[in-house]
């Protein structure tokens, strides 16, 4: 069964830091990942997708990498506002001979302070 | 603009009581997904469809039902079976039968029995 971990559960920065989110998957197996943010009492907005088979993919600020044998991506905020305040959550899919599955990981609660 | 509508934004529901929750989507997209979303847990799959006329269970089925009679439209009914309905929902859909083309969420329903 697939589990996929995100650490830490919460972290506050200083306006203008760079900072790195972490997720890990017990399944490398995966087609794709995804990166979210949420907003508080929010739905999902999706922010990056790396394909199996792509090592990063960048919009903006963000980038985020993928190291499919080990398990991990990583989502690199660069210089921080506090309007990066949220939640953000990964996900990866795995192909199955049934639907697909979407496997989420519980967040990292960002806070941006001035 | 394109998009996953949900309403209502909040619900109350009282014991023994159904409820109706609606997704729209106007991206043309095949596949539509139910996700249920408590605090501190991942998001988990209740429902899902891939192509109208067709939907699967997911992980939390029980207490739940769901129709897809139109590719749009993907409504989802707490029943009173589901012993504890207090949540937040979130629909989604992709692009793709399979869900490979990655997530859109839409702006979620919060779920509270009185």
């Known amino acids: 069964k697939q589990e996929v971990t995100q650490i830490p559960a919460a972290l506050s920065v200083p306006e203008g830091e760079n900072l790195v989110l972490n997720c890990s998957f017990t399944?490398?197996?995966?087609?794709?990942l995804q990166w979210f943010r949420q907003d508080p009492g929010k739905g999902l907005t999706s922010l990056l997708l790396?394909?199996?088979?792509?090592r990063e993919q960048t919009s903006g600020r963000l980038n985020a990498s993928l190291d499919k044998s080990s398990g991990r991506s990583t989502l690199y905020i660069a210089a921080s506002q506090p309007g990066d305040s949220a939640t953000y959550l990964c996900?990866?899919?795995?192909?199955?001979?049934?639907?697909?599955?979407?496997?989420f990981g519980t967040g990292t609660q960002l806070k941006v302070e001035l | 603009d394109g998009g996953i509508t949900q309403s209502p934004k909040y619900l109350f529901r009282k014991e023994g009581q159904n409820v109706t929750l609606s997704c729209e989507q106007n991206?043309?997209?095949?596949?539509m997904y139910w996700y249920r979303q408590d605090p501190g847990q991942g998001l988990r799959l209740i429902y899902y469809?891939?192509?109208?006329?067709?939907?699967q269970k997911g992980d939390i089925a029980e207490g739940y039902s769901v129709s897809r009679e139109k590719k749009e439209s993907f409504p989802l009914t707490v029943t009173s079976a589901q012993k504890n309905p207090t949540a937040f929902y979130l629909c989604?859909?992709?692009?793709?039968?399979?869900?490979?083309?990655?997530?859109?969420f839409g702006s979620g329903t919060r779920l509270t029995v009185v």
């Open positions: 989604a859909s992709s692009i793709s039968p399979q869900g490979l083309g990655g997530y859109t």
């Open positions: 399944d490398s197996a995966i087609y794709n």
């Open positions: 790396i394909q199996s088979s792509q």
């Open positions: 996900a990866v899919m795995i192909l199955t001979g049934g639907g697909n599955k979407l496997t």
């Open positions: 991206l043309n997209h095949d596949a």
């Open positions: 469809s891939q192509i109208v006329n067709d939907f």
